[in-house]
């Protein structure tokens, strides 16, 4: 049962431009959402996360937006570079009802940035 | 700044071996979370420690158990180890998930645990 959807596995965009990795959940219990960046042989770098009472938090180049209602969340790099080539993992946690703050993690998109 | 530090990076052990995986948190983190990354896999979770008592655990074999000591590091004890546990071992640390405000998680390099 995966509660973290990234329904995209790979996404490719070019210099410059927009790029938007998305992140379905299913846990109406998840109140707390981050996303990760991850090279590999590397652990997951913390990029930027968003509390369920907001909708918006920005932070540089990353913008999450979260809509609550459609349980979906998603990740805005603008402008893209050649560097941010990576696999980007949307996790999630409980953090009202478990207090444990566990994370459940998507299945990771593969962005590419092309030159 | 100071991050996770994880050791050993990599591991080879053979089946039916113990291995033990250490992890020392960021300072002033007191909780920190053991995650299981198999090939082409997202992380799960294994098991959590605040204040050196467990607070969580996840889908994680009863051959494995961890513990966290007084200066807050973490050690992940598994043994009798089978070809399926070969995988990438993640720590992450953070400040209490039950205090005020954000509580990122921030993850370690990883141990790469290979069974033959």
């Known amino acids: 049962d995966q509660q973290v959807k990234q329904n995209s596995p790979s996404l490719s965009v070019q210099e410059g431009r927009i790029s938007i990795l998305n992140c379905d959940y299913t846990n109406s219990m998840f109140d707390y959402f981050l996303w990760y960046k991850k090279y590999p042989a590397e652990g997951p770098t913390f990029l930027i996360s968003?509390?369920?009472?907001?909708d918006k938090n920005e932070d540089g180049r990353f913008t999450v937006f979260l809509n609550k209602s459609a349980k979906h969340l998603s990740l805005h790099i603008v402008p893209s570079q050649p560097g941010d080539s990576a696999v980007y993992f949307c996790?999630?946690?409980?953090?009202?009802?478990?207090?444990?703050?566990?994370?459940?993690f998507g299945q990771g998109t593969t962005l590419q940035v092309k030159p | 700044a100071a991050g996770v530090i994880q050791s050993p990076r990599h591991l080879i052990k053979e089946k039916r071996e113990t291995a033990t995986l250490k992890c020392y948190p960021i300072?002033?983190?007191?909780?920190v979370y053991w995650y299981q990354q198999g090939p082409g896999q997202d992380p799960q979770f294994l098991i959590s420690?605040?204040?050196?008592?467990?607070?969580d655990k996840g889908s994680i074999p009863d051959r494995f158990s961890a513990q966290q000591f007084s200066d807050y590091h973490s050690e992940l004890n598994m043994s009798s180890l089978e070809l399926g546990d070969s995988a990438l071992y993640f720590c992450?640390?953070?400040?209490?998930?039950?205090?005020?405000?954000?509580?990122?998680?921030?993850f370690g390099p990883g141990t790469r645990l290979t069974v033959t």
């Open positions: 300072p002033r983190h007191d909780t």
């Open positions: 992450a640390s953070s400040l209490s998930p039950t205090g005020p405000g954000s509580y990122e998680q921030y």
């Open positions: 420690f605040y204040e050196k008592m467990q607070s």
């Open positions: 996790a999630a946690s409980a953090r009202g009802s478990s207090n444990t703050g566990k994370l459940i």
């Open positions: 968003i509390s369920s009472i907001k």
